[in-house]
């Protein structure tokens, strides 16, 4: 299934009445107007309704495949981690909400008073982001400047220890040794994961 077929369906099923009045408007009177000027040969009208019919088509195609996804609040993707974590089913919709993108660490520096969190400074694409990991028992700051990592781009920031977090990093494993997941090749920071 393509994108726009899926967004077509999604639509459908998420607004059936609005589906259906959409239907009923397009076939009842552009319909009948294109086939009026067909009838009468109006070559001008029927080539000008039928651009209009196209461009209503195009209104509803954008309107449904532009919108922008809202930013997924710290709550929201850690019931997602949680429901993975316990092998429960999250909807499309839950997953769509967690934007995740390839960010290049390029600063790293321990967290006063903390064994366990290190600030990072990511270069974001052409956006720079500062995210705080818990990650300081199993990598030095040192070892983290230039690695190119996996991040929650769209995580509503949020302070921990103090320090402000604007997104979250993907590791592997818990405790004391997470591991990074990293791109296997390197990528263009801020490229998106699919």
Known sequence: MTEIQFY??????????AFMLLVAWSFLAK????????????????VALLLINTVGIL????????????AATHKEVTKVAELIKEGGEITYDDFAKVELKVAKIKEAVRVEKSEKLIKLQLELGEEKRQIVAGIGKAYAPEDLIGK???????LAPKALMGVESHGMLLAAGGGENPVLLTPEKEMESGAKVK
């Open 8 to 17: 077509i369906l999604a639509f459908i099923i998420t607004h059936p009445f």
């Open 31 to 46: 319909g009948a107007a294109l086939l009026r000027a067909f009838e009468r040969k109006e070559k001008g009208w029927f």
């Open 59 to 70: 209104e509803v195609f954008y309107l449904y495949t532009k919108r922008k996804p809202k």
């Open 148 to 154: 190119e990592i996996i991040t929650v781009a769209n």
